[in-house]
């Protein structure tokens, strides 16, 4: 038997009102429909993230830390010391100034010099030790009647008014005559020099 779709839905309201009249104690609901929000391009995201996250701790961790050089180090907080030097000497208790002029070269703490004084041609070798010791020995090209020379002292940074500067003590021990024999005391004194700013020598 056909049943039209008006009479369906009038009798599906009435079954519902007859429910509802006989205080029917069941109530039927359908659940609604719930929907999960797309995860799948946040956690591509999370993924991708931790993977460049942990590229990057594993890159730093395979770096090795960059090691300046000791020495390279050591050469940079040295002073330049190069350059054409008025070094001016007195034999205690004497009082007379005697002048050596001298071209120091400087590598690293190591010091080299060649010059003039007015007892002949002068040779320096010595050293700079931070943050101010020099000390050096002068010896003389040739055969002198000179002995070698044992210079110490500190070394002062010049400044816009004041050139480089260094001073101390020298004590040699003297000959007795040309045979080079020395004598039983030494000679001493003290000692001045600076960056000398006239013409420079070519010795």
């Known amino acids: 038997m056909h049943i039209p779709a008006i009479t369906k839905s009038f009798a599906l309201a009435s079954a519902a009102l007859a429910i509802t009249a006989f205080g029917a104690t069941k109530v039927f609901a359908v659940p609604p429909t719930t929907s999960k929000p797309a995860a799948s391009a946040t956690n591509s995201k999370s993924v991708s993230a931790g993977k460049a996250a942990a590229a990057s701790k594993a890159a730093d961790t395979n770096k090795t830390p960059s090691k300046s050089s000791p020495k390279a180090a050591e050469s940079a907080a040295l002073p330049n010391l190069s350059g054409t030097w008025n070094i001016k000497f007195r034999e205690a208790p004497l009082t ?5 002029a001298v071209k120091v070269a400087q590598k690293n703490g190591v010091l080299t010099a060649t010059g003039v004084d007015e007892y002949g041609d002068v040779i320096l070798n010595g050293t700079f030790t931070a ?13 002198q009647v000179n002995p070698t020379a044992q210079y110490e002292g500190t070394y002062t940074p010049g400044t ?4 480089i500067s260094a001073k101390g003590k020298w004590s040699a021990q003297p000959f007795a005559d040309k045979s080079q024999k020395p004598k039983a005391s030494a000679n001493s004194g003290d000692w001045d020099a600076n960056i000398f700013t006239g013409p420079a020598i070519n010795k």
């Open 160 to 163: 816009t008014l004041t050139p």
């Open 131 to 143: 943050p101010n010791k020099i000390a050096f020995k002068r010896t003389y090209k040739g055969t």
């Open 96 to 100: 007379k100034t005697h002048i050596m």
